[in-house]
Nanobody, 125 residues
Framework: QLQLVESGGGLVQPGGSLRLNCVAS????????IAWFRQAPGKEREGVSC????????TYADSVKGRFTISRDNAKNTVYLQMNSLKPEDTGVYYC??????????????????WGQGTQVTVSS
């Protein structure tokens, strides 16, 4: 059974940076694409970024393009989300999620099979 654990959230000032980590256990991530979602208070959950199982394809929400970078290290069974130039509107609980696929370059925001417990990101002065 695949389990995902996020870490790296916290309180940061506007313009600051954080790196979120999503560590998988139980199953190799080699055949899973990974997506990061976030949910702000009173808002629906939204897709932030995703990366294909090979790392060859990545997608970003328009609101984070140019500021966030997703990457993965399959040898460490870990996916990262580097967040720079953070804004107060980036505040929320960030979740990583995994979906099994045979496609090398599939990366879409959809209903995912496996979810982590989430990590809180707060951007405030």
């Amino acid at each position: 059974q695949l389990q995902l654990v996020e870490s790296g959230g916290g309180l940061v000032q506007p313009g600051g940076s954080l790196r979120l980590n999503c560590v998988a256990s139980g199953v190799s991530l080699d055949y899973y694409y990974i997506a990061w979602f976030r949910q702000a208070p009173g808002k629906e959950r939204e897709g932030v970024s995703c990366i294909s199982r090979t790392g060859g394809t990545s997608t970003y929400a328009d609101s984070v393009k140019g500021r966030f970078t997703i990457s993965r290290d399959n040898a460490k069974n870990t996916v990262y989300l580097q967040m720079n130039s953070l804004k107060p509107e980036d505040t929320g609980v960030y979740y990583c999620a995994a979906e099994h696929t045979w496609h090398r370059n599939l990366c879409i925001f959809q209903s995912m099979d496996y979810w982590g417990q989430g990590t809180q990101v707060t951007v405030s002065s």
